[in-house]
């Protein structure tokens, strides 16, 4: 089980390669408030002395710090390329460079945390330290910043609030072990560090405390309550310490110096506890709850790891392979656009959608719901007033009274009638036309990710598609206006479905026979025929007119029973016609509108895209990638290359390192 931690160390370095964990490890991660010794517990943990030190906050940046076991060097020395030092640290940040003196150890995160937290700030980056040591047992820390409540110097105001934000970041983590660093010389119950631990960790399964600078406590009392747990109980326990005073460091009291004289104080002010106690045993014990957490946790990241490498592996699969043969890449992206375009007209694809009607669905709407309704509410005899027939009936006479309705006054009108269909024919074009651009867009959002990996490629293809749309929008628009130019061009008075003039005119006449005589009948007797004005030609008394005046006559007036009789057969001639030819156009705009633009489209579309893009010259300058894509591919290989790091590492430890 002692190979756990190096995994754990290993893992963490693959993910941090590729600049994201995105898989919480186990860790250690040590909390305390400034000047709570936390620097002095993890210098005694190593040994050596090697953080900075100084007055307010120090560490301003996380400190990742992996312990490493080594030989001694005696042992080493036999070894090929082993390095001859006794102990020494790398940063994850110098490359291939040894650090042998801890003082440069101490100089480089100093000019390291300046890099990125100027001005006395803190910055999220963490340094990545690994310290080897024949001294020092398997362990990974996480040293972050004193908690602080007033901001000092040129730091921020809210610097308390960046603090306690980033110790959450990082003790939120459920795989993470709390390391809390209270001094003993205060009151335990107002510990900032046990207040934050127990925000993530009420239960406190993940928190050990440790209880720092025992002799500075006041005489004549001491800590033995709370490190038997009395005063606050901790589920991972707590462990006192006696850190190096202002005074040892001054002098340069060694860390093995301070262990011996730590285990003398223990020995004579807490001997009940002296053997649970002490840097040493904390070491012991820090080293063994990250072993037994790690391999709970063990499970969790191996299913975890597995889970996102199939998750990176499908998302790399969508922005496919680097072109190696651009003519079949291009060839392969264009016959499967159009053919996504077909499905999409045809009602095939395989993305349909829920929210609105797409494709051939709008266009089947557009036909028979929008077209359809738009010509049933069109009035055959809108716009057409008794007034506008009589008048086209006179005209149509010229200077001899007419016996019979002419015809020709039929045609005016009804060709005048008909002429109102072409409008909403020619939108019913328009509106298909429109559907067939969003076709367009709806293909290039739900295509492969291989078009939108060149972005050119993408805007050429709707552009030709635009094209071929724009060029066939004037032929349909001809053709529907030839439908209505051909019911224009003949008035066929002999179709089936239209009723006999003749016919209507009887029909007319018997109804209008009666109430006509009663009409005459009653007049009579009203008003005598000596009393009687002079008439017009259509019974209705004459109005002196002015002859030399050149307005015209006003026509408000009440009209005669023939009259009404021609106008009526006139209608009822109109209406009739005009529903056939209305049936007509609805039944063949559609059809001519599919013939000329949507089939033609649909058929044309892959032989015009090839015959415009598949051209030699335009071949490498097409599939150019986007860098957004290029960028985000690059960022998949590596992740995927982490995940599979991390799979094979975690492989390596077999059933039997578990238990």
Known sequence: MDTLIPIINRLQEVFVTVGAEIIQLPQIVVVGSQSSGKSSVLESLVGRDFLPRGSGIVTRRPLVLQLVTVPPLEERRKQENAIKAEEWGTFLHCKNQIF???????????EETDRTANNKGISPEPIHLKIFSPNVLNLTLVDLPGITKVPVGDQPEDIESQVQDMILSFISNPNSLILCV??????????????????????????????????????????????LGRVIPVRLGIIGVVNRSQHDLNTGKSVSDAWRDEQAFLQRHYPSVAGRAGSRFLARVLSRL????????????????????SQYQARLGGYGQPVDDPSATLLHIVTKFASDYRDTIEGTARHIQTSELCGGARICYIFHETFGRTLQSIDPLGGLTELDILTAIRNATGPR???FVPEVSFELLVKRQIKRLEEPSLRCVELVHEELQRIIQHCSSHSTQELLRFPKLHDSIVEVVTSLLRKRLPVTNEMVHNLVAIELA??????????????????????????????????????????????SGF????????????????????????????????????????????????????????HFLVNHVKERLQSELVGQLYRQPLLQELLIESQETAQQRTELVHMLEALQKANNIISEIRETHLW
Do not use: W
């Open 539 to 594: 019974g209705s008394p004459v109005k002196a007119v002015n002859l030399l005046d050149t307005q015209p006559v006003s026509v408000s007036r009440k009209l005669s029973t023939r009259e009404q009789r021609d106008c009526e057969v006139i209608q009822r001639l109109i209406k009739c016609y005009f529903l056939i030819v209305r049936k007509s156009i609805q039944d063949s705009v559609p059809k001519t509108v599919m």
């Open 290 to 309: 990250l072993m037994h957490h790690i391999r709970e946790c063990l499970p969790e990241l191996r299913a975890r790891s597995t889970s996102l490498a």
């Open 182 to 227: 209270s001094p003993a010389n205060s009151d335990l119950a107002t510990s900032d560090a046990l207040k934050l631990a127990r925000e993530v960790d009420p239960d406190g399964r993940r928190t050990l405390l440790v209880v720092s600078k025992l002799d500075l406590m006041d005489a004549g009392t001491d800590a033995l309550e709370v490190l």
């Open 100 to 110: 042998t003196d801890f003082a440069e150890i101490r100089r480089e995160i100093e």
């Open 490 to 535: 003949y008035i066929n008075t002999k179709h089936p479905d239209f009723t006999d003039a003749a016919q209507v005119s009887a029909s007319v006449n018997s109804q209008q026979t009666d109430s006509l005589d009663a009409g005459k009948h009653r007049r009579s007797e009203r008003m005598p025929s000596e009393e009687k004005g002079p008439t």
């Open 401 to 403: 009274p007419a016996l």
